[in-house]
């Protein structure tokens, strides 16, 4: 993909990206679908930034519960944060939601000017913090999402914002029904028939992951 067009590189022309992967030695891996990337309890010190596929964000209790935090599509980076705090372990796992391929780039390397003084260097330094504000952002999309205390209000919380972000009353969303049920921390089955009440309501249509409001 184009590096260009991501968050974490913006701003950057195609030469200094370049010179740039080199300097930071950059890893590039693939991974099937299903894969672990990173696991909880991990210690990292790299970044992230999905090539290809998609990658889920999600968290797991003793009890083996999984709630979905969030999905990396191309271009997004993921594990920024325990990167940036040396030692964490991460309280997250990183998974393949799809064949994926990821780049991974130390984030010392980053936040410190390498001997060849890039001058773009600082941009992407710059760069990085935008990256994370975003994430906390989004994370507090999802707590917004969740706190209704009914099924139907998370759904419509979940797809207003689907619909503001696409610009459309239709949209198609990133995850299957259980994923989804995951990141709005409820049971699947309880959220399907929730869905099918509410075609039948003449609230929304969908097939699959494509959605429509009803307005």
């Not at 030469?15 to 990337?37: A, F, P, Q, W």
């Not at 990396?72 to 796992?93: D, H, N, S, W």
Request: net charge positive; charged share 20%.
């Amino acid at each position: 993909m184009n590096l260009s067009n991501t968050q974490l590189f913006r701003g950057l022309e195609e030469h200094e990206i370049t010179s740039l992967l080199s300097c930071l030695n950059t890893v590039t891996r693939s991974y099937k679908k299903g894969e672990i990337i990173l696991s909880e309890g991990m210690i990292t010190e790299n970044i992230g930034v999905v090539l290809s596929g998609m990658v889920l964000i999600s968290y797991g209790d003793i009890w083996g519960n999984t709630s979905i935090l969030g999905n990396a599509a191309p271009g997004c980076v993921f594990a920024e944060v325990y990167a940036c705090i040396p030692g964490q372990p991460l309280l997250i796992t990183v998974s393949a939601a799809e064949p994926a391929t990821v780049l991974f780039m130390n984030v010392g390397r980053v936040l410190t000017s390498c001997s060849n003084t890039c001058p773009f260097h600082a941009r992407l330094a710059r760069n990085l913090l935008t990256v994370c504000t975003d994430k906390s952002l989004q994370l507090s999309r999802r707590m917004k999402h969740t706190t209704s205390k009914s099924i139907r209000g998370r759904l419509m919380s979940y797809f207003s914002e689907c619909a503001k972000q696409f610009g459309s009353s239709s949209f198609i969303i990133p995850y299957n029904r259980q994923q989804l049920a995951d990141y709005l921390g409820v049971d699947r089955s309880t959220m399907c028939n929730e869905l099918s009440k509410m075609q039948r309501d003449g609230i929304i249509e969908y097939e699959k992951n494509r959605f429509l409001l009803k307005m």
